[in-house]
Nanobody, 123 residues
Framework: QVQLVESGGGLVQAGGSLRLSCAAS????????MGWFRQAPGKEREFVAG????????YYADFVKGRFTISRDNAKNTVYLQMNSLKSEDTAVYSC????????????????WGQGTQVTVSS
């Protein structure tokens, strides 16, 4: 098992930046590919970005390409999401997730989830 705890959310103006962190504990972190998802009020949870076990593959939803960057530090058991050029439509609860299958954007493939961190972008 792995436990995930997100941090770094908050209130930011449109055009600003935030960096989210997700700290993992439990089973060996590099056993898992990692992903970030988000859920806005009244909407379903959607995939944002993913990264393979050793950072060789990263992939993004089209709506964040060029603005968000996912990375991980296996020595620190942490995955990050750098968010730049934020828009009001990026407002959501952001959650990290771990999966043992590998690179995937499918929510159902993820085994473990954090509680999420709120990101609010004011226009």
């Amino acid at each position: 098992q792995v436990q995930l705890v997100e941090s770094g959310g908050g209130l930011v103006q449109a055009g600003g930046s935030l960096r989210l962190s997700c700290a993992a504990s439990g089973r060996t972190f590099n056993y898992y590919a990692m992903g970030w998802f988000r859920q806005a009020p009244g909407k379903e949870r959607e995939f944002v970005a993913g990264i393979s076990r050793y950072s060789t593959i990263t992939y993004y939803a089209d709506f964040v390409k060029g603005r968000f960057t996912i990375s991980r530090d296996n020595a620190k058991n942490t995955v990050y999401l750098q968010m730049n050029s934020l828009k009001s439509e990026d407002t959501a609860v952001y959650s990290c997730a771990a999966n043992a299958r590998g690179t995937t954007s499918r929510e159902g493939d993820y085994n473990y989830w954090g509680q999420g961190t709120q990101v609010t972008v004011s226009s």
